[in-house]
């Protein structure tokens, strides 16, 4: 439970929020609904040829296919994450997300203007990993493999190690 109680001496009760809980909560929350719920082609749009402003109903189609849930946790698990310590359950969630969703998570990004979210995401996703024991900021290229080669900012990324070898060095 995120909410808590504590006990003042003569000052009844004070309730907070423990905030390493809610982050806790929140992260695993967002990157569950992010592997159930992201899809190929998630707004069912006729091409992907067209920008998004060439596409007259879009609005409309992020709408009705990208709740407003969904699209806090495309924007905001990382920041989430930024919060805790390395574990090895959000570990996986985060490996399944890039072997499998990656790139829906782009277009998500991209559909909602903010795709400029995504350089922040890598970047605290970095140094989570390296918060992790026996996880340097070097492994991050494992991440980048199974980002499908995908560019970020320009930067072309390297194929690196497997996912079972970064779980080896743990």
């Given at each position: 439970?995120?909410?808590?109680?504590?006990k003042?001496?003569?000052?009844?009760n004070?309730?907070?929020?423990?905030?390493?809980?809610?982050?806790?909560?929140?992260?695993?929350s967002?990157?569950?609904?992010?592997?159930d719920?992201l899809?190929?082609n998630?707004?069912?749009?006729e091409?992907?040829?067209?920008?998004?402003?060439d596409v007259e109903?879009l609005?409309?189609?992020?709408?009705?296919?990208?709740?407003?849930?969904?699209?806090?946790?495309?924007?905001?698990?990382?920041?989430h994450?930024g919060?805790?310590?390395?574990?090895?359950?959000?570990?996986?969630?985060?490996?399944?997300?890039?072997?499998?969703?990656?790139?829906?998570?782009l277009?998500?990004?991209?559909?909602?203007?903010?795709?400029?979210?995504?350089?922040?995401?890598?970047l605290?996703?970095?140094?989570?990993?390296?918060?992790?024991?026996?996880?340097?900021?070097?492994?991050?290229?494992?991440?980048?493999?199974?980002a499908?080669?995908?560019s970020?900012?320009g930067?072309?990324?390297?194929?690196?190690?497997?996912?079972?070898?970064?779980?080896?060095?743990?």
């Open positions: 439970m995120v909410l808590k109680e504590k003042k001496k003569g000052k009844g004070v309730f907070y929020v423990d905030l390493r809980v809610a982050h806790h909560q929140l992260a695993h967002c990157l569950s609904l992010v592997l719920s899809q190929f998630i707004c069912k749009l091409s992907s040829y067209l920008a998004n402003k109903d609005e409309v189609r992020i709408v009705r296919h990208l709740p407003p849930a969904l699209s806090y946790a495309c924007r905001f698990w990382h920041y994450l919060h805790l310590d390395f574990e090895t359950d959000l570990f996986g969630k985060l490996q399944t997300f890039f072997e499998k969703k990656f790139l829906f998570w277009e998500a990004l991209s559909l909602t203007s903010d795709m400029g979210l995504a350089s922040p995401a890598f605290s996703l970095s140094e989570w990993l390296a918060s992790g024991q026996g996880v340097s900021v070097e492994m991050w290229c494992v991440v980048c493999a199974h499908r080669n995908t970020v900012s930067t072309d990324l390297v194929a690196c190690p497997s996912w079972d070898a970064l779980v080896a060095c743990r």
